[in-house]
């Protein structure tokens, strides 16, 4: 295949089969719009914070003086596990309902670090939290979305390093599709989709952002987000439970140097959106399954002009306005020192 142009162009997405817009010529435009507010410091504790150690939530409950990470049930949670099953309707009208479960995870007891601040082996240990949630509600549930939204640009409500957990009976709309298309490609081609996106992006080059023994982190070929990644392993893997420890510290150091570039491409605490799609615990085989990461951050061009997701978006198809190659030569060209360190 020859490399897209410099020109508009179309670009398909293999997981979901869905195309997008791509504009390259597109980012010198004048920029009067919103701007993301910044940051402050913050302190190690905070007194007011519903995630540090030893303080009170909403429902009454105390926080354990942890030391490492901490998990809870949601006190808000969306889903809830004593749903009675039920449904209605058919054609134009119908609904189902759904029985699940919402969980609250807390990466680290410091209040003012991020999983890009935190050092390897802390962030060993939410690896090790996501892979012994998943083994335990997967008994439960078809689908376990671990995420992490990070940053009040992407509707954080609390700078204390965390993710969630929404654990569902039913898969939900964008893994079903993966789910959909990762199969019917193992059973034309006899090889799982996303290994041999690995094995394709290795030998290309110009998309990988990280690449340590076992992961890969790089811009997808269809990213719809400016700087958007996909963390992949270099070895066959469906969950994240299967991770043996030396494939979980790789993991973590793939993570730590992925996310420090991405706080100093603005010298800013990136925001972004994060999960994991591990195959769905459903009967039968998950071979046609890679376990893999998307992470969606909304900057453009700078740590407060970002990308919105509007107009043509929400009614044609997504759209980019710099290649997934640009993009991923910026994110390879910056330092592995996080800029606060070095400061
Ligand atoms: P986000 O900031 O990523 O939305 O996560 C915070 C979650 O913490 C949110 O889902 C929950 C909210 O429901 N929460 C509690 O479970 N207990 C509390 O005391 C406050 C917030
Ligand atoms: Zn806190």
Redesign the pocket.
Known sequence: MQQPPQLPHRRFNPLTGEWILVSPHRTQRPWQGQREAVADARARYDPQC??CPGNV???GERNPPYSSTFA???????LLPDTPSQRDGSDLYRWESVAGT?R?LCFSPRHDLTLAQMPVDGIRSVVDLWAAECEELGRTYSWVQVF??KGAAM????PHP???IWASGHVPEIPGKEDARFRSHYASRGSTMLQEVAERELEFGRRVVVETRRWLALVPFWAVWPFETLVLPKFPAARLEELDGGDREDLAECLKRLLVRYDNLFETSFPYSFGWHGAPYQAGAHRHWTLHAHLFPPLLRSATVRKFMVGYEMLGEPQRDITPEAAAERLRSLPETHYAEES
């Not at 509707?155 to 609390?158: F, I, M, Q, V």
């Open positions: 519903y995630l939530r909403a429902s809870f049930t949601n006190d808000f949670a969306a919402c609250v992490e939204n509707g954080c409500s609390n965390h993710g969630q």
